[in-house]
C-alpha cells in the first residue's frame, strides 16, 4: 500500500508541479474568479428558486424525493462522460505509463497511480453541481443532521461507480483494439468509441420509448409515495439506493441503504482492480507498436502541389489536430460531447419542445441562445493550446516564408473551423427540435460566428502569454494548466455581466435592439484581443517565446 501511495503522490506532481510558474498566472486568476462572482450568484440563485419551486408542488404528492433522485441520476451521468474522456487520455495517451512498466509495480498499483488525475477532475465536477444543489435541498426540506453527515459520505462515493463502468469498457475495447497493431488508429477508435457509445445507448432508449405508456406510468406512479422517484432511477439502482439513503435519515431502512451504497462503492472497486489487474497492462503494452505504410507517387505529386503559404498552414494545423489521437481527443471530440448531448436528451422529448421558444420573449430567447453557445465555443481547447501543441519545434515557425502575424491568424482561424462543428449542431438543435423561428436563428448565426472569433482569439491570446512548449507528452498541454478554466471564466464573466444587464433592463426590447448591442460587445471584446495580441506579437517578433 505504502508503494501505492508513493506512486499517486509522484504522479499526481509530475501533473501539477508549480515549477517554473511566476505569480502573473495567480493574479490573472484572481481576477478571473472576482468577474466569476456575479455568475456564481445567479447559479446559486436559480438552483435555490428551482429546488423551492419543486419542492413546495412535490412535497404534498410525497413526491419530493424525485429531486435528490434526478441530481444524483444526471450527476452519475455526468461524471461517467467525464470519465471517458478523462480515463483514456490518463491511461492510454499519457506516454509516461511507458517509463513506469519497468519498475516492480503491479498493474493494480499503476492503475490506481493514474486513477488520481481522473478523480481530481470528477470530484471538482461533483463539488460544483452536487455540493450547492445538495445544500440548498437540506435547507429548504428542513433536513437533520444526519441527512448531512450521509450526502457528505455519499459525496466522496459519488465518482467511483460511473468511474469503474467507464473504466471497465474502455480497458476491455483497448485490451482487443490494440491486437491490430497499429498505434495511431488504435487510440483514435478508441477515443471515437466512447462519444458512439453514448449515442447508440440514448437512440436505443429513444427507439423503446412509448409516449403514451410512459403517460400511463407516469399516472401510476404519482399515485404512490416516491412512485417518482422508483420511475425516474428504476434502471439505474445506485440513484436510488443514494435518494432513499438520503430521505429516509429517521428510519433503520435509509441506514440499510447507506449501507448498501457503501458495499456497491466498495465493490466497484475492488472490481476496477481485479479487472485492472487482467486487462491493462496488455492494452498499454498494445499501444507500443505501429505500422508503416507506403505512399504513392501519384498521392505524393499531389500533397506536393503548390498553394498559397496561409492555406498549407491551416491544413498543416488541421491534419495534425486530426491525426494526434490525443489532440483529437482535446481538441474535437470532447468539445462535441455537449452539443451532442444535449440533442440526444432533445431528442427523447421532442413532442413537448415545439412551443418551448414561446415561452420566452424575442430579447430573452436570444440572450439564453448567446450565452449557452459562447459557454460551448469556449470548452473547446484547440485555441487555448494553440502554441503549446508545437512543442519544441515552435522555433521552426521563425523560418517559414510567413509572418509572425500570418501564422497566429491562422491558428486562430483553425480554432474557429473546428468550432463549427459545435455551430453546426447547435444549428441543428434549433431548427429540428426547438423550432426556432428562421428570423432568430439568422441572427443568432451571426453573433455565433463572431463569438466564435472571439473564444478563439482569446485562447489563442492567453496561450501565447504562458505556453508549455517543453513537454513530452501531449497530455502534459492539457493537464495542470489554468488557462482552459481562465478563458472560459473571462468569456463567460464579462458576457454573464452583459447578458445579465440586458436582461434585466425594461427600456431595450425587441430581437434587433438587443442583438446589436451583443454585437457591438462582442466587436469591442474581438478589437481588445486583437489589440493585446498584435502588441504582444511586436515584443516578441524575432525573439524566441
Given at each position: ?12 506532481k ?70 471517458l ?10 506516454e ?9 509495480l ?8 493514474k ?66 497493431k ?77 449501507l ?33 505504410r ?64 414561446n ?8 440572450l439564453m ?22 512543442g ?45 423561428p ?13 463569438a ?94
Amino acid at each position: 500500500m505504502h508503494k501505492t501511495w508513493v506512486l499517486i503522490k509522484t504522479m499526481l506532481k509530475m501533473q501539477y508541479s508549480k515549477a517554473g510558474g511566476n505569480s502573473s498566472q495567480i493574479w490573472l486568476l484572481a481576477i478571473v474568479i472576482i468577474f466569476s462572482i456575479p455568475l456564481l450568484a445567479l447559479y446559486i440563485g436559480i438552483l435555490q428558486n428551482l429546488i423551492s419551486e419543486l419542492y413546495n408542488v412535490l412535497q404534498p404528492l410525497g413526491q419530493d424525493s424525485i429531486i435528490p433522485g434526478l441530481l444524483f441520476l444526471s450527476i452519475h451521468m455526468l461524471l461517467f462522460l467525464i470519465s471517458l474522456i478523462t480515463v483514456i487520455s490518463a491511461f492510454y495517451f499519457a506516454e509516461d505509463i511507458e517509463s513506469f512498466i519497468p519498475f516492480p509495480l503491479k498493474a493494480y498499483q499503476l492503475l490506481l497511480g493514474k486513477a488520481a488525475s481522473p478523480f481530481l477532475y470528477l470530484y471538482l465536477t461533483s463539488g460544483a453541481f452536487f455540493l450547492p444543489a445538495f445544500f440548498i435541498y437540506g435547507m429548504v426540506s428542513d433536513a437533520s443532521l444526519i441527512f448531512y453527515f450521509y450526502g457528505i459520505i455519499l459525496f466522496i462515493l459519488l465518482p467511483i461507480i460511473p468511474f469503474t463502468v467507464a473504466s471497465i469498457l474502455l480497458m476491455i475495447v483497448m485490451r482487443f483494439v490494440n491486437i491490430a497493431k497499429n498505434k495511431d488508429r488504435s487510440k483514435v477508435l478508441a477515443g471515437i468509441f466512447s462519444l458512439a457509445f453514448i449515442i447508440f445507448i440514448n437512440v436505443v432508449i429513444r427507439l423503446n420509448t412509448n409516449s403514451n405508456e410512459m403517460m400511463a406510468d407516469l399516472a401510476k406512479f404519482i399515485q404512490e409515495k416516491d412512485g417518482l422517484l422508483q420511475m425516474a432511477t428504476s434502471f439505474y439502482p445506485p440513484a436510488l439506493f443514494s435518494t432513499r439513503a438520503l430521505n429516509e435519515t429517521a428510519s433503520s431502512e435509509g441506514f440499510l441503504f447507506f449501507l448498501l451504497m457503501i458495499g456497491l462503492s466498495l465493490g466497484a472497486f475492488f472490481l476496477f482492480i481485479w479487472l485492472g489487474e487482467l486487462f491493462y497492462l496488455k492494452g498499454v503494452l498494445g499501444l507500443g507498436s505501429g505500422n508503416k505504410r507506403k505512399i504513392s507517387q501519384k498521392k505524393m505529386k499531389k500533397q506536393i502541389t503548390a498553394r498559397p503559404v496561409w492555406l498549407a498552414y491551416i491544413q498543416k494545423e488541421i491534419r495534425i489536430i486530426l491525426r494526434t489521437p490525443t489532440f483529437l481527443m482535446q481538441c474535437v471530440i470532447q468539445s462535441l460531447f455537449g452539443p451532442i448531448f444535449i440533442l440526444i436528451l432533445l431528442m427523447l422529448d421532442t413532442a413537448n419542445l415545439s412551443g418551448f421558444m414561446n415561452l420566452f420573449s424575442e430579447k430573452h430567447s436570444i440572450l439564453m441562445l448567446f450565452i449557452a453557445t459562447l459557454l460551448i465555443l469556449g470548452g473547446n481547447a484547440t485555441s487555448i493550446s494553440s502554441i503549446s501543441r508545437e512543442g519544441k519545434s515552435w522555433h521552426a515557425n521563425l523560418f517559414l516564408p510567413l509572418a509572425t502575424k500570418q501564422i497566429f491568424y491562422s491558428k486562430i482561424l483553425t480554432a474557429w473551423l473546428i468550432n463549427l462543428l459545435s455551430i453546426i449542431l447547435i444549428l441543428i438543435i434549433f431548427i429540428w427540435l426547438l423550432h426556432v423561428p428562421g428570423e432568430m436563428i439568422i441572427i443568432w448565426l451571426i453573433l455565433a460566428l463572431v463569438a466564435n472569433w472571439f473564444t478563439s482569439s482569446l485562447g489563442t491570446y492567453l496561450d501565447f502569454l504562458k505556453p508549455k512548449l517543453n513537454w513530452t507528452d501531449e497530455q502534459e498541454i492539457f493537464k495542470a494548466r489554468m488557462i482552459a478554466f481562465i478563458a472560459l471564466l473571462l468569456e463567460a464573466g464579462i458576457f454573464g455581466i452583459i447578458v445579465l444587464i440586458l436582461w434585466n433592463i425594461g427600456v431595450l426590447e425587441g430581437l434587433y435592439t438587443t442583438s446589436f448591442i451583443l454585437f457591438l460587445c462582442l466587436m469591442a471584446a474581438i478589437f481588445t484581443v486583437q489589440l493585446l495580441l498584435n502588441k504582444k506579437i511586436k515584443a516578441n517578433e524575432h525573439q524566441h517565446i
